[in-house]
């Protein structure tokens, strides 16, 4: 089979590798739709790619690993069991079997692991894409237990977006306790962004969506926005004060990960509110005592979701037919890798994925 290896400083190679073969209690999915995320670009534009060189030798040891081994890209993998491994129980999967890929692995055994945070792993966990072979080839290897069922009704794609940017929205909205009472900034609208809105609009939330780029507030209504405001040529904390008559929203979250973004989502919120930082992005200028503490307000760091968390997603977004297709523009074969990643290396579309 082919699959994608980034090579580092935008460069990336199609290359073959042998076709998987399950563990005794794993499984071979063949790839129906292998999602792109922002995250992928760091290691398409960094020096060493999807490095393992990074990694302790212990950490490679206990994976069966090298240091310089390439490893195929994607952490948004989708598709249908193609073979089934000789423990794995028959009653909870079997081939033909749609499924998503929870894109972590850890020691299981430690208590992030058992929480289903498997990505906070006390032993260091295994991501699936830049540690272990990921979605973006026909085949990936996958233990058993990293799987989650695909309702019938709900795309690849779609499978593929809730595997990362959309699980991460739904559980920044579970992390801030959500509900139709609140009001929601959103700051910074990719993907991620796109999905808050989405799902804060099938909650019955009321969203105020801000971003820099003129298209994708254009989007915003599209996506589920109550309004939309381009920060370039309006000041945020000034028109969501305007918004909410003077006293903020109950809650904002920063997708964008730009300091500035994440000052206003701050600034944004009333007496009480509550911040989520999904964005990765610079350290930040904070008067804590001005900005926090006179105000009552509660930031929360957010990294992705867990593997219950990301359950409860799909099963919303089945339940509610949210459709999460129409954040795609772009659909590519893993032919055209090289193309398809300049065109995402410019942030200007909206998702993309590789279908098979």
């Not at 959500?178 to 910074?188: E, P, Q």
């Not at 996506?223 to 969501?240: M, Q, W």
């Not at 001005?290 to 990294?303: A, F, K, N, W, Y």
């Amino acid at each position: 089979m082919q699959g994608v290896v980034f090579l580092g400083h935008r460069q990336l190679e199609l290359m073959t590798f042998p076709d998987p073969q399950p563990d005794p209690d794993g499984v071979v999915i063949e790839i129906k739709a292998s999602g792109f995320c922002g995250s992928d670009l760091h290691h398409y534009r960094g020096e060493r790619g999807a490095s393992l060189s990074s990694k302790s030798p212990q950490f490679l040891k206990d994976r069966g690993l090298t240091a310089d081994e390439p490893i195929i890209a994607g952490h948004e993998p989708c598709g249908v069991i193609a073979e089934v491994g000789e423990n794995v129980d028959p009653k909870a999967y079997k081939k033909g079997d749609r499924v998503m890929v929870y894109h972590y692995d850890g020691c299981r055994y430690c208590h992030q692991c058992r929480s289903g945070w498997v990505q906070m792993c006390d032993k260091g966990s295994t991501i699936y894409g830049q540690t272990a072979h990921g979605g973006h080839a026909q085949f990936m290897k996958a233990p058993a237990k990293s799987l989650l069922h695909l309702p019938s009704d709900v795309s690849y794609s779609a499978g593929a977006a809730v595997s990362c940017g959309t699980g991460t929205a739904f559980a920044a909205i579970e992390r801030l306790d959500l509900s139709a009472r609140d009001s929601l900034a959103v700051f910074g609208l990719g993907p991620v962004g796109l999905s808050i809105l989405q799902l804060a609009k099938a909650m019955g939330i009321a969203t105020v969506a801000i971003d820099v780029s003129a298209d994708r507030v254009a989007r915003a209504v599209e996506f589920g926005a109550t309004a939309a405001y381009n920060s370039n040529e309006v000041d945020p904390v000034e028109v969501i004060l305007e918004w909410t008559g003077g006293r903020g929203v109950t809650a904002a979250i920063d997708s964008a990960g730009a300091a500035a973004a994440k000052l206003a989502a701050i600034r944004s919120t009333a007496t009480w509110g509550r911040i989520g930082f999904v964005g990765i992005g610079p350290s930040l200028p904070l008067d804590v005592t001005t900005d926090l503490i006179l105000r009552q307000r509660t930031v929360i760091g957010h990294l992705t979701f867990s593997d219950v968390s990301m359950d409860r997603c799909v099963r919303f977004v089945a339940q509610n037919g949210i459709d999460l297709d129409k954040q795609f523009t772009d659909r590519w074969k893993i032919e055209d890798a090289a193309l398809a990643y300049q065109e995402f290396d410019k942030q200007l579309a909206g998702k993309a994925c590789f279908e098979f």
